[in-house]
């Protein structure tokens, strides 16, 4: 099997949780490992595994349209956050990623972990033109933002091992 495991990361995260899942495959299968921007192909593999972080409820720009343009294959995300997985906004997103993937594709599912937000975008939140209510949501989730943990990559190498 021909697995590609592609990433966009911003402050590490994304690329961590990532590295837990080529280390996972990386005797099972024949896996090319890179950033979203260096991929010059999709064609030729069984399964794309694609890393992003959460922006605006969704993958980053790069990686959505990385996302996007994927065909006729088998594809699982991975993906970080500062709010926790299991909330809300962690449901929204996994929601919206999926709408990202062609149905010419078999989507296998996404993977969230918590992500440590870039402290640049932790300044800027307060003021962002959006209800205050939200807006204090989004600085909470921020400021309490911290790196994967081992179990959140333990639950990222397990979901990767079942896609192969």
């Not at 592609?6 to 994304?14: D, E, L, V």
């Not at 949780?17 to 090319?32: F, P, Q, T």
């Not at 959140?152 to 079942?162: G, N, P, Y």
Request: charged share 30%.
């Amino acid at each position: 099997m021909k697995v590609l495991i592609a990433y966009s990361s911003r402050t590490g995260n994304t690329k961590k949780v990532c590295d837990a899942a080529y280390d996972e495959i990386k005797e099972l299968a024949e896996v090319d490992y890179m950033k979203v921007k260096d991929v010059k192909s999709t064609a030729d593999y069984d399964l794309i595994v694609v890393g992003f972080w959460v922006d605006k409820g969704t993958a980053n720009k790069k990686a959505k349209q990385f996302i996007e343009g994927i065909r006729e294959t088998k594809v699982a995300l991975l993906g970080t956050l500062g709010a926790p997985p299991d909330s809300f906004h962690g449901d929204k997103c996994r929601q919206n990623v999926k709408e990202l993937v062609d149905s010419s594709n078999e989507y296998l599912g996404v993977r969230l972990a918590r992500g440590l937000v870039d402290p640049k975008l932790t300044k800027m939140i307060k003021f962002l033109p959006l209800n205050k209510e939200i807006r204090e949501q989004m600085y909470q989730s921020s400021i309490t933002s911290r790196e994967p943990n081992e179990e959140e990559l333990q639950e990222v190498r397990a979901f990767i091992k079942d896609s192969l």
